[in-house]
């Protein structure tokens, strides 16, 4: 079946140290977007590629980094997490052949990552 | 930018019963509405969309969901829910011409036996 994976399920990482987690699918979307969902509160979009071109939110903090490397797979890279970066992150994936402007595309989300910071 | 209002963070319902998922949105232009649905450990899956036409719009399930656009709200129903339907749903906007859904912040579903 086709799919959007995240890897790994559960992370704990240390205040301060790199962490980066990672999303990968097999629908062949050339959307993939990164959600930052922390408890009782709605996914927030922190970054999405359309291609290759990435395109931040304007309140994503630059600890907050992506890589797409190829249209398969996308990164999602925090440089110094903090206690405050606890949270599920969800990536998704979505079809867009209207140049960016797609708004109507249904989103295919993976099963997230929840990250803890200690 | 628009946004979005889940009324109810909680919703407990008897098997069987009907069931009202609010969801009112904010916007200056015009908008595409969603229902997804989050079962436990899972990710979103999308229960129905409206992008244009027809105000009343169905989806998997047995969900449909109604577009009001002089009350600005798009709710949830189901008329007979079952303890499978028990899940978080969240209502989603975006607007025309602009890659940027924005989520509410859920309601959960129970539905007890």
């Known amino acids: 079946d086709a799919m959007v994976i995240q890897n790994p399920r559960y992370q704990v990482t240390q205040f301060g140290k790199p962490v980066t987690l990672s999303c990968s699918q097999t629908?062949?979307?050339?959307?993939m977007y990164w959600y930052q969902q922390k408890s009782s509160q709605a996914p927030k979009l922190l970054f999405h590629?359309?291609?290759?071109?990435?395109?931040n939110e304007a309140d994503t903090p630059d600890n907050f980094q992506s890589r797409r490397p190829n249209t398969s797979f996308c990164f999602l890279d925090i440089r110094s997490p903090g206690l405050g970066d606890a949270a599920m992150y969800l990536c998704?994936?979505?079809?867009?052949?209207?140049?960016?402007?797609?708004?109507?595309?249904?989103?295919?989300f993976g099963p997230g990552t929840r990250l803890l910071v200690l | 930018a628009q946004s979005v209002t889940q009324l109810d963070s909680q919703v407990p319902v008897f098997e069987e019963a009907p069931v009202e998922l609010r969801c009112n949105y904010s916007?200056?232009?015009?908008?595409?509405l969603f229902w997804y649905v989050q079962y436990p450990n899972q990710g979103l899956q999308l229960l129905l969309k409206?992008?244009?036409?027809?105000?009343l719009v169905k989806g998997i399930n047995g969900f449909e969901a109604e577009f009001n656009k002089s009350q600005t709200s798009f709710h949830l129903r189901k008329p007979s829910v079952h303890i499978s339907d028990t899940a978080e749903y969240f209502c989603?906007?975006?607007?025309?011409?602009?890659?940027?859904?924005?989520f509410g912040a859920g309601t959960r579903l129970t539905v007890k036996p």
């Open positions: 590629y359309y291609d290759k071109d990435f395109n």
């Open positions: 409206y992008l244009s036409g027809s105000t």
């Open positions: 989603a906007v975006s607007v025309v011409d602009n890659n940027d859904m924005r």
């Open positions: 916007s200056s232009v015009s908008v595409y």
């Open positions: 629908l062949n979307h050339n959307v």
């Open positions: 998704a994936t979505s079809r867009d052949t209207s140049g960016g402007a797609a708004s109507w595309e249904t989103q295919y």
